[in-house]
T-cell receptor
Framework: NAGVTQTPKFQVLKTGQSMTLQCAQDMNHEYMSWYRQDPGMGLRLIHYSVGAGITDQGEVPNGYNVSRSTTEDFPLRLLSAAPSQTSVYFC???????????????FGDGTRLSIL | GQQLNQSPQSMFIQEGEDVSMNCTSSSIFNTWLWYKQDPGEGPVLLIALYKAGELTSNGRLTAQFGITRKDSFLNISASIPSDVGIYFCAGRPYSGAGSYQLTFGKGTKLSVIP
């Protein structure tokens, strides 16, 4: 999925460890977001950002931090990993000005995270 | 938050058959999107709908934005094995603080029997 790059693709952590999931996009998109996907739950929004320096919480923000120091990058941090955070994490981006907020999102290929 | 009901949850169909799935919401949406997710990959946009009543096609796929703004459907005609995957609807609320955010349905898992 050209444009949104997520790393790593797979990761196994122990409970209590911290980790940063990386997301980068080269489309100059203002809006970026992080979702988690669990079986039978669809995609749930964790955090999002409407531009560099601006972040906000989504539906399931607890246990996660984000920052947006540049337009291109939007890392997601797990501060102290818990088994409940075992999931597939997707980063997405889109053009984000208010006038263009209806533009669809482009997704990365995901990071599969297991917490033991 | 907003909730979308997507149905059916899963479908097993014979190759060549037509498929229909839909999403309904309890509130008004101003955007409906349909995504397909293949195993091990992220969702890929199939069709985007921006106006009530809009009917849009993308090859064998057709989607409509319901007149009430509370529903949308996706049809796939003459299914083929590569149609296998999970299809997600997503909608954006009409206005308010959450209007930047997409709400996703829980997905329809499609299996095609050759």
């Amino acid at each position: 999925n050209a444009g949104v790059t997520q790393t790593p693709k797979f990761q196994v952590l122990k409970t209590g460890q911290s980790m940063t999931l990386q997301c980068a996009q080269d489309m100059n998109h203002e809006y970026m977001s992080w979702y988690r996907q669990d079986p039978g739950m669809g995609l749930r929004l964790i955090h999002y950002s409407v531009g560099a320096g601006i972040t906000d919480q989504g539906e399931v923000p607890n246990g996660y931090n984000v920052s947006r120091s540049t337009t291109e990058d939007f890392p997601l941090r797990l501060l102290s990993a818990a088994p409940s955070q075992t999931s597939v994490y997707f980063c997405a981006s889109r053009v984000g000005t208010v006038r263009l907020k209806n533009q669809p999102q482009h997704f990365g290929d995901g990071t599969r995270l297991s917490i033991l | 938050g907003q909730q979308l009901n997507q149905s059916p949850q899963s479908m097993f169909i014979q190759e060549g058959e037509d498929v229909s799935m839909n999403c309904t919401s309890s509130s008004i949406f101003n955007t409906w999107l349909w995504y397909k997710q293949d195993p091990g990959e992220g969702p890929v946009l199939l069709i985007a709908l921006y106006k009530a009543g809009e009917l849009t096609s993308n090859g064998r796929l057709t989607a409509q934005f319901g007149i009430t703004r509370k529903d949308s459907f996706l049809n796939i005609s003459a299914s083929i094995p590569s149609d296998v995957g999970i299809y997600f609807c997503a909608g954006r609320p009409y206005s308010g603080a959450g209007s930047y955010q997409l709400t996703f349905g829980k997905g329809t898992k499609l299996s095609v029997i050759p």
